[in-house]
């Protein structure tokens, strides 16, 4: 078995991990997957510029594929061989049979012993899924535990804004009531006043009538002597005692009732809507906190694609592989004067806002790398802690060279155990406030782990050292 898995590494293609499927050599030697290759050199055609993705010989034509069949038969040979050995170990010689000679010069060991070993085998991988089934069974439960839990608490989210509103309900009903009968009140008051002035003044014209009756039959008298002798007892005319008092304001009356009323309306609208954006984000803050992956085939479920921001990028980085690979370089690009670039640290971020659950891997090489999320409005110009990826509060780094690795965030660092790796896995889960790095291989191994609150989306980064490169790696979904 073991042999077996060493001839398969001899024979997998270093871009996907697999066994190598019509696979082609090129110039300098190595094997790849016909279409691992294609897709490789197609994002280099800009540039007419072809590397090989292991030893980085470059190409300044892009060499012919042509399918290696010798590679294509021994991988043929090698799946045939891993298809047969199953039912080969059920294959037993009775006492009578003759002497077996396919393993002539191999090494031998007898079946009981190989079942033993295989039954141990057996019995842990057995013990592994009793354990996995026990652990996603506890999940489960804490989920259902959740749901309950949110059914709780928004039940009695809803009893209790009925009772508030109702509440409100009633003040404005009540302050309606009051409105209301303060408004007839005085229209009482001023209409009772307004009808004395009116008796009073009607029984001044009806005397000032008289008057004026009179005064006309005394200027109709003929004889001089009878009018010089009754004009003296005629009185005088007196003034008007109510004219005075009376005030005819402008036709506006309760107008500054209604204005007052429409003005508390505008108020309430707006306390209402102010409050009524804040319900639904306190609302969905409820998530439910998913168990976390454990395996690359279920961090493979959460894989998020990642393409570069040239935007972003420092101008001593080149972008390639269709803006999924960036290499520093020693001279500067001519990039076009943008706000969102960083203008000293050589960095540079994704253009996808990481929200939820996401994984992305990150494939590096040379003098180091720091593989970065940040905050989008992290700052850009100059050379301050501000801008520098893991050197504040808006950005978490992995920092990797060839002998160490560090995890920084705001200015502290945390060393990180264990032998350097060449792939990095990145999984997110924004909502959960949780940030995990790990080395790539055959097992997820955990680097790193943060446990934090993520108030902003978040976006992948890049920081390179000299010499070095990165690439967001294409991985097939399982």
């Given at each position: 078995?073991?042999?077996?898995?060493?001839?398969?590494?001899?024979?997998?293609?270093?871009?996907?991990?697999?066994?190598?499927?019509?696979?082609?050599?090129?110039?300098?030697?190595?094997?790849?997957?016909?279409?691992?290759?294609?897709?490789?050199?197609?994002?280099?055609?800009?540039?007419?510029?072809?590397?090989?993705?292991?030893?980085?010989?470059?190409?300044?034509?892009?060499?012919?594929?042509?399918?290696?069949?010798?590679?294509?038969?021994?991988?043929?040979?090698?799946?045939?061989?891993?298809?047969?050995?199953?039912?080969?170990?059920?294959?037993?010689?009775?006492?009578?049979?003759?002497?077996?000679?396919?393993?002539?010069?191999?090494e031998t060991v007898p079946a009981a012993a190989e079942?033993?070993?295989?039954?141990?085998?057996?019995?842990?991988?057995?013990?592994?899924?009793?354990?996995?089934?026990?652990?996603?069974?506890?999940?489960?439960?804490?989920?259902?535990?959740?749901?309950?839990?949110?059914?709780?608490?928004?039940?009695?989210?809803?009893?209790?804004?009925?009772?508030?509103?109702?509440?409100?309900?009633?003040?404005?009903?009540?302050?309606?009531?009051?409105?209301?009968?303060?408004?007839?009140?005085?229209?009482?008051?001023?209409?009772?006043?307004?009808?004395?002035?009116?008796?009073?003044?009607?029984?001044?014209?009806?005397?000032?009538?008289?008057?004026?009756?009179?005064?006309?039959?005394?200027?109709?008298?003929?004889?001089?002597?009878?009018?010089?002798?009754?004009?003296?007892?005629?009185?005088?005319?007196?003034?008007?005692?109510?004219?005075?008092?009376?005030?005819?304001?402008?036709?506006?009356?309760?107008?500054?009732?209604?204005?007052?009323?429409?003005?508390?309306?505008?108020?309430?609208?707006?306390?209402?809507?102010?409050?009524?954006?804040?319900?639904?984000?306190?609302?969905?803050?409820?998530?439910?906190?998913?168990?976390?992956?454990?395996?690359?085939?279920?961090?493979?479920?959460?894989?998020?694609?990642?393409t570069l921001d040239a935007n972003t990028a420092n101008?001593?980085?080149?972008?390639?592989?269709?803006?999924?690979?960036?290499?520093?370089?020693?001279?500067?690009?001519?990039?076009?004067?943008?706000?969102?670039?960083?203008?000293?640290?050589?960095?540079?971020?994704?253009?996808?806002?990481?929200?939820?659950?996401?994984?992305?891997?990150?494939?590096?090489?040379?003098?180091?790398?720091?593989?970065?999320?940040?905050?989008?409005?992290?700052?850009?110009?100059?050379?301050?802690?501000?801008?520098?990826?893991?050197?504040?509060?808006?950005?978490?780094?992995?920092?990797?060279?060839?002998?160490?690795?560090?995890?920084?965030?705001?200015?502290?660092?945390?060393?990180?155990?264990?032998?350097?790796?060449?792939?990095?896995?990145?999984?997110?889960?924004?909502?959960?406030?949780?940030?995990?790095?790990?080395?790539?291989?055959?097992?997820?191994?955990?680097?790193?782990?943060?446990?934090?609150?993520?108030?902003?989306?978040?976006?992948?980064?890049?920081?390179?050292?000299?010499?070095?490169?990165?690439?967001?790696?294409?991985?097939?979904?399982?």
């Amino acid at each position: 078995m073991a042999q077996r898995r060493v001839q398969e590494e001899k024979i997998s293609c270093s871009i996907c991990l697999d066994l190598l499927k019509d696979p082609v050599t090129i110039p300098c030697g190595h094997s790849y997957c016909m279409n691992c290759i294609k897709d490789c050199w197609d994002g280099e055609d800009q540039r007419r510029i072809y590397n090989c993705p292991q030893c980085r010989k470059t190409f300044s034509q892009r060499p012919v594929l042509k399918k290696n069949i010798m590679l294509a038969e021994l991988v043929e040979d090698l799946k045939k061989i891993g298809l047969q050995a199953a039912p080969a170990d059920h294959c037993y010689a009775g006492p009578e049979d003759v002497a077996c000679d396919e393993h002539k010069n191999h090494e031998t060991v007898p079946a009981a012993a190989e079942r033993a070993e295989k039954q141990k085998k057996l019995q842990e991988s057995r013990q592994q899924i009793h354990q996995r089934i026990q652990d996603q069974e506890k999940d489960v439960k804490l989920l259902q535990q959740e749901v309950e839990a949110i059914n709780v608490s928004a039940d009695k989210a809803v009893e209790d804004s009925e009772k508030i509103f109702t509440e409100l309900i009633r003040l404005l009903q009540e302050r309606r009531s009051d409105v209301k009968q303060q408004i007839r009140s005085q229209q009482e008051t001023e209409g009772s006043r307004v009808k004395d002035v009116q008796e009073k003044l009607e029984q001044e014209i009806t005397e000032l009538k008289r008057k004026d009756a009179e005064l006309e039959q005394l200027s109709h008298t003929e004889d001089h002597n009878q009018f010089l002798l009754n004009y003296p007892s005629l009185p005088a005319l007196s003034e008007s005692t109510h004219s005075s008092s009376i005030n005819i304001r402008p036709l506006r009356h309760f107008e500054d009732v209604t204005a007052a009323v429409s003005e508390l309306r505008e108020k309430l609208q707006k306390i209402l809507i102010d409050t009524w954006i804040k319900i639904p984000l306190r609302v969905t803050k409820t998530d439910v906190a998913l168990p976390e992956p454990k395996t690359r085939a279920e961090f493979l479920r959460c894989f998020q694609k990642i393409t570069l921001d040239a935007n972003t990028a420092n101008t001593f980085l080149l972008l390639s592989e269709g803006n999924r690979k960036v290499t520093r370089m020693n001279q500067q690009m001519s990039y076009l004067d943008h706000p969102d670039r960083f203008t000293v640290w050589p960095q540079i971020l994704g253009r996808e806002s990481l929200t939820g659950r996401c994984y992305w891997e990150v494939e590096w090489e040379g003098g180091g790398v720091n593989i970065a999320v940040s905050n989008k409005n992290i700052s850009r110009a100059g050379r301050s802690d501000a801008c520098s990826f893991g050197f504040n509060d808006k950005s978490w780094s992995l920092r990797c060279d060839a002998i160490t690795c560090k995890f920084w965030h705001n200015k502290s660092q945390t060393p990180v155990p264990g032998p350097v790796s060449s792939r990095i896995g990145v999984y997110l889960d924004h909502r959960a406030g949780i940030l995990c790095f790990y080395r790539v291989s055959k097992t997820m191994i955990l680097l790193h782990r943060v446990q934090t609150r993520f108030t902003q989306p978040l976006y992948a980064g890049i920081r390179l050292s000299e010499g070095s490169s990165a690439e967001f790696v294409k991985v097939s979904q399982q």
